[in-house]
Structure formats: C-alpha cells, structure tokens
C-alpha cells in the first residue's frame, strides 16, 4: 500500500503519522520523495526516526537493517527509519544533524515566499502587456476573474511558505540552544574602533564576545573591527574595560551608529 504525504523527512510530525500507522497494523517498507509504502503485519513495531551521516549509514546498513532511508541531496546525511521495542532506545545525539535538515527546509520555506511574489509580478505583467498588444479586447470580467484567481493562489502560498518558514525557525532556535552550533545564525554587527595602538589587538582574548572581523586600519594605530555578537553594548564596553583603556576605543552600536 502506498500513501503520499507531504511531510519533512525525520520531523515530529512524520513520526507520529508513521507510528499512528503502525498501530493500525501497517509497517513501513520504504520511502521514494513523497510516497510511502507499508505492508500489513501482524505485530508492527514501533518507527524510530533519526539523523545519520550517509557514510555512517553506508558502514551499518548490513547490521543495521533500517526499515527505510531517506537522503537529503543538500547534504551527505540521511533520514533512517527503525523498527524498535517500546524499550529498545531514545536518539539522542542527532541534534547537530537535525539543525542542517531544519535551517535547509527553512530557506525553501523563505525561497517559496520569494518565488510566489515573482511569479505574481510576471503573471500580472504579461497580462497587461498581453491586453495592451491584442488587436482584440479581453473580456474585463474574464481578466479580472483570471487575475483574482492568480492572485489568490499566490496569497495562499505565501501564507502557507510563511506560516512552514515560522515553525521551522522555532526548531531552529531551539536546536541552536541544544547544540550551541550559531554558525549562520544571524547576529547584531557592532563596530569597535582601537585606537592609539602599537600593533594589532589581539582579539583572541576577546573571543567570548563573539566573533571578531579586521574592517580597516592607518598608520596611526586606529583599528576598526566588525563584530558579530549576541551580547550588548554595555557588556562589550564592560569586557574591554578590563584590558585596554576606555579612552583607547570606542564601541558603535549595532545600527553604526555612536551611542549619544
């Protein structure tokens, strides 16, 4: 028996249906895009669905025997599908996994958004253009009625892409603070300016603060530095503080601005 359902592979959503299945006597054998496939059993066990390295999944396959796999093309990871016990195990340790499939189902939510608003643009200017170099006129009612209609389709998905793009950044947040991976997590850019320096200040010691980037500096020992960083202002200004003089630099907020 096949079903299609269109869920993210590994998510929490997919499991629940997968093991709601299962109690209904059908076991998963298999998964192609979209389309699942079960098979009636007498004692279906229970999917177990986590995050695996495709190398990792390749050396265990022969021990492992997964009931389905499932690649993702964006990155050398899989989705494996397991038949446990009640007993059996809790996957832990795929967190790190779990926020690539996330951040990248993300951004197609968001490059759905985009390409909706695209599409209506073209649609609609191909419409005039189409109405204005006719030697026959298009029925207002039709053009209207076929404008609306475009229009419609593309407001639900847009909704739709928005409503997938905000529930997915809650798991990615949730995953960032699990893992600590902030690595293209979007942060506040401030601007530190060193000054009266004989060489270049070493950031290293500064680490904590965030991640520290060299912009510009002169001959005169002025160094201004980008960095990207969670913390505020005043814990910034704080923190260099304890080594350098508070004459010797000044911290620019995160609009580039000088605070007042």
């Not at 997919?14 to 998964?31: F, H």
């Not at 340790?93 to 990248?104: A, H, N, P, S, T």
């Not at 201004?224 to 260099?240: C, G, K, M, P």
Request: charged residues 20%.
């Amino acid at each position: 028996m096949q079903k299609i359902k269109f869920f993210l592979k590994g998510s929490a959503a997919e499991s629940r249906w997968l093991n709601r299945q299962a109690q209904r006597g059908q076991q998963l054998t298999g998964i192609f895009g979209y389309c699942y496939q079960f098979k009636a059993v007498a004692q279906p066990g229970r999917v177990l669905v986590e995050y695996l390295p495709t190398e990792t999944l390749i050396a265990m396959v022969d021990t492992f025997h997964p009931l389905a796999s499932y690649h993702f093309k964006h990155h050398r990871l899989a989705a494996v599908y397991s038949r446990i016990t009640t007993n059996d195990r809790v996957v832990k340790g795929d967190d790190e996994y779990r926020l690539k499939v996330v951040r990248q189902a993300r951004d197609t939510a968001l490059n759905w958004v985009n390409g909706a608003v695209v599409v209506f643009w073209l649609m609609m200017s191909a419409a005039i253009l189409f109405a204005n170099q006719t030697r026959f006129m298009i029925p207002t009612d039709t053009f209207l009625s076929g404008l609306g209609l475009g229009m419609l389709l593309c407001s639900l998905l847009v909704t739709t892409s928005i409503v997938a793009a905000i529930r997915l950044h809650r798991q990615v947040r949730t995953l960032v603070q699990l893992t600590g991976n902030d690595e293209g997590t979007w942060k506040p850019t401030f601007h530190v300016m060193f000054r009266h320096q004989k060489d270049e200040p070493d950031t290293e010691q500064f680490a904590e603060l965030g991640k520290w980037l060299l912009s510009v500096h002169n001959n005169k020992g002025d160094y201004y530095f980008d960095l990207r960083s969670n913390l505020s202002e005043y814990d910034i200004r704080n923190t260099l503080k304890k080594v350098i003089n508070k004459e010797d630099f000044t911290v620019m907020s995160c609009f580039g601005l000088y605070p007042l």
